[in-house]
Structures are given as structure tokens and as C-alpha cells.
T-cell receptor
């Protein structure tokens, strides 16, 4: 089954403790992206990747890092999480004609 | 730069009434346009998409949208609302092809359906 898999689904962490949210797709898509969703703000793009070793900032990249060492994986790294990064995060991959989204990761930073 | 504007953060209709959710886009090249639905505590589900074929696009659950280039609009409609349609709806635009594959979302419209 074609899918984008994010882990974990839920995460509560403390301020400053580094964390990684994993994202993997099995569709051989070149394009992958991370979004965060906040009430009243819709989904805003954090980072995207056009291909292996090619990443670029989206609209809200501050406080996040990404890497794309393999085509299928696109992890989101929060090196020093802060409470304003509490949000719902979605990973997505695209063939250029449409997107497939993961199920989301609800992150709470206390 | 691309952008999407959804008019009305909240829309309330009665069961059986027409649903109309408005979306206007800005794009420098012919776009792909999408509507997604998000039910409470769930992920994003694709309702329908416009990819430069027919301007009237039919989606799932009885929804449809019409691409109007002259008005730069892609409004979502459903003739008769059902209680199960209560959800948040997102319009999104993407420039197809080349390196312009970013999907840009509107801020969403929350639909309430009254009995």
C-alpha cells in the first residue's frame, strides 16, 4: 500500500530535549515536505526537499532541521524544542501531481 | 508567489442546505488546486483536485468545485449538507511541473452543520 509513515503519533517532551520525528514513504517520490498545523493558521510549510541531499526552507523553518540522506526518509529534527513548537505536524511526499500525507504527529513541549 | 485565501474561518449551515466554501488563489502559472477535509482528531483527506482538465471537478461525499480562471476562484460546493460534513476544509494550490511543487494551504474553514 502506498503510504507516508510518521512516527511517533503522539509525543510529549520537555523544553530543550532534542527530538526527531521520522517520516518514510514507499512511493519513490522525489519531493517531500514537512508542515505544521496550528488553529486559525492552517498548514504552514517548515522545510521541503526536492531530492536526496537537496533541502530548502519553507515559511516557518526557525527551530527545525531536516536531512535527506535517502529518497524514502525525511526526518524532522528539533534540536532544542520550545513550547511554541507545540503543534500538529504532517509529513508529505509528492509525485508532482498530488500529495500523500502522513497521519500526523501531535507534539507537546512543556 | 503563490497564495490561497479562504473567505470565512467559520461557516454554519443547516442540514439539507447548500454548502459553499470560498477559495481564491494567486499563482503566476496555471495551478493545480486541491480541497482537503480534516475531521476532528484526524489527518488530511483529499476531497478533490483540479489538474487543468475539466473545470468542474467532482469529488468524494457529493462535493464538487469549479475552477474559474477569470475570478481566480475554486469554490467548494455541496447541494445538501449532512451532519457528517462537519469538519475543517482546506484549499491548497500547487504549481505543477519543474521545481515548483510546493503545496500552499489556505487557513481553513470550519464547517458546522445544524440539525
Amino acid at each position: 500500500e502506498a503510504q507516508v509513515t510518521q512516527n511517533p503519533r503522539y509525543l510529549i517532551t520537555v523544553t530543550g530535549k532534542k527530538l526527531t520525528v521520522t517520516c518514510s514513504q514507499n512511493m519513490n517520490h522525489e519531493y517531500m515536505s514537512w508542515y505544521r498545523q496550528d488553529p486559525g493558521l492552517g498548514l504552514r510549510q517548515i522545510y521541503y526537499s526536492m531530492n536526496v541531499e537537496v533541502t530548502d526552507k519553507g515559511d516557518v523553518p526557525e527551530g527545525y532541521k531536516v536531512s535527506r540522506k535517502e529518497k524514502r526518509n525525511f526526518p524532522l529534527i528539533l534540536e532544542s524544542p520550545s513550547p511554541n513548537q507545540t503543534s500538529l505536524y504532517f509529513c508529505a511526499s509528492s509525485s508532482g501531481r498530488g500529495y500523500t500525507f502522513g497521519s500526523g504527529t501531535r507534539l507537546t513541549v512543556v | 508567489a503563490q497564495s490561497v485565501t479562504q473567505l470565512g474561518s467559520h461557516v454554519s449551515v443547516s442540514e439539507g442546505a447548500l454548502v459553499l466554501l470560498r477559495c481564491n488563489y494567486s499563482s503566476s502559472v496555471p495551478p493545480y488546486l486541491f480541497w482537503y477535509v480534516q475531521y476532528p482528531n484526524q489527518g488530511l483527506q483529499l476531497l478533490l483536485k483540479y489538474t487543468s482538465a475539466a473545470t468542474l471537478v467532482k469529488g468524494i461525499n457529493g462535493f464538487e468545485a469549479e475552477f474559474k480562471k477569470s475570478e481566480t476562484s475554486f469554490h467548494l460546493t455541496k447541494p445538501s449538507a449532512h451532519m457528517s460534513d462537519a469538519a475543517e476544509y482546506f484549499c491548497a494550490v500547487m504549481n505543477y511541473g519543474g521545481s515548483q511543487g510546493n503545496l500552499i494551504f489556505g487557513k481553513g474553514t470550519k464547517l458546522s452543520v445544524k440539525p
